[in-house]
C-alpha cells in the first residue's frame, strides 16, 4: 500500500471521528455542518485541521475545540492534533452537506 493512500486512509478516519461530535446548539455533527475547511495529517501523526464555526461569537467555541482534539486524539495513528480556528471563508448554510439539510428540514 502506498503512503499518499495511508495518508487518505487516516484523513478517512479523521472524518469518521469528527462525525461524532456534534455542535451542542445544532443536532448535527461539525463534519457534515460544513464547519470542517480542512484536514492535513503528517508523518509525525499529527492531524492540523482548519475549522471554523457557525457564527464567531459562538459560545460553545472551547467545548466545540475540546471535543474535536479529543475525537481524533483518540485514533490510534493521530498523536496530536492542531485546531486552526478560520473565519474565511464565512461558514453559512449552503456549507452543510446534503445529510445535514436532510437532518435540519431544509430538502
Known amino acids: 500500500m502506498s503512503e499518499s493512500l495511508d495518508f487518505l486512509e487516516i ?24 464547519l470542517i475547511y480542512k484536514i492535513d495529517y503528517t508523518d509525525q501523526k499529527e492531524a492540523n485541521i482548519d475549522m471554523t464555526l457557525t457564527a464567531p461569537n459562538c459560545p460553545v467555541v472551547d467545548i466545540l475545540i475540546m471535543d474535536v482534539e479529543n475525537a481524533v486524539n483518540a485514533l490510534e495513528e493521530v498523536e496530536k492534533t492542531n485546531i486552526n480556528l478560520v473565519f474565511e471563508p464565512p461558514w453559512d448554510k449552503n456549507m452543510l452537506s446534503e445529510e445535514a439539510k436532510l437532518e435540519l428540514g431544509m430538502l
Open 11 to 34: 484523513e478517512g478516519k479523521i472524518v469518521e471521528a469528527l462525525k461524532t461530535v456534534y455542535d451542542p446548539e445544532i443536532p448535527v455533527n461539525v463534519y457534515d455542518l460544513g
